[in-house]
């Protein structure tokens, strides 16, 4: 059973930083696209950033956290990470990592349950 | 602003047919796939359709998807309360080289 479970979020103030962590199972982790997906209160969902498989090491950021936010993988640990830097109120929301690439061929097909980080003072 | 964009809501009764549209441009709709996500308050998305007209295997037939030029659809038929959702629709943009959601819509089954 494929399993993806989220951790790490809190309150944290503006300009702190925060590490979410995602250990997956239930699947071959290093041959997948792996994305994180965040949701404000009240908002839509939007796509945060994403990183390849081993295969293709790439990784893509939406510009609104474009040079604060760093997606990373440990393929040993079955592992991603989001390391969340200079946080602001308006990144207050559920993260949600998932499996996959959410506006690619296949999709993102299995999500975590969600972890919540509120930025406030 | 998503560069991608849909209808606020949709309605209908049950057993009715309901069509939620996505509207894009070239650079994404226009020359990639569109997948549809299914969101309920409090609970992960769900991978409603993907490659444009798939279904993963457990996704009931009355969901379908579909594309023409820069737009996309999904449309629920036989409509069911239980159907009472968020929808949004997902792409890549080659331009801009990022992953877009629509902005979703609400269906409300009256």
């Known amino acids: 059973e494929v399993q993806l479970v989220e951790s790490g979020g809190g309150l944290v103030k503006p300009g702190g930083s925060l590490r979410l962590s995602c250990v997956a199972s239930?699947?071959?982790?290093?041959?997948?696209?792996m994305s994180w997906v965040r949701q404000a209160p009240g908002k839509g969902l939007e796509w945060v950033a994403s990183?390849?498989?081993?295969?293709?090491?790439?990784?893509h950021y939406a510009d609104s956290v474009k040079g604060r936010f760093t997606v990373s993988r440990d393929n040993a640990r079955n592992s991603v990470f989001l390391q969340m830097n200079i946080l602001r109120a308006e990144d207050t929301a559920v993260y949600y990592c998932?499996?996959?690439?959410?506006?690619?061929?296949?999709?993102?097909?299995?999500w975590g349950q969600g972890t919540l980080v509120t930025v406030s003072s | 602003q998503s560069v991608v964009t849909q209808p606020p809501s949709v309605s209908g009764t049950p057993g009715q047919r309901v069509t939620i549209s996505c509207s894009g441009s070239?650079?994404?709709?226009?020359?990639?796939?569109v997948n549809w996500y299914q969101k309920f308050p409090e609970t992960a998305p769900k991978l409603l359709i993907y490659?444009?007209?798939q279904r993963p295997s457990g996704v009931p037939d009355r969901f379908s998807g579909s594309k023409s030029g820069t737009s996309a659809s999904l449309d629920i038929s036989g409509l069911q309360s239980e159907d009472e959702a968020d929808y949004y629709c997902?792409?890549?943009?080659?331009?801009?080289?990022?992953?877009?959601f629509g902005t979703g819509t609400e269906v409300i089954v009256l």
């Open positions: 998932a499996r996959g690439a959410v506006g690619a061929n296949t999709g993102s097909d299995y």
């Open positions: 239930g699947f071959t982790f290093r041959t997948y696209f």
């Open positions: 990183i390849g498989s081993t295969s293709t090491p790439n990784t």
């Open positions: 070239p650079s994404n709709i226009g020359s990639k796939t």
């Open positions: 490659a444009n007209t």
């Open positions: 997902a792409t890549w943009d080659d331009s801009l080289k990022i992953h877009v």
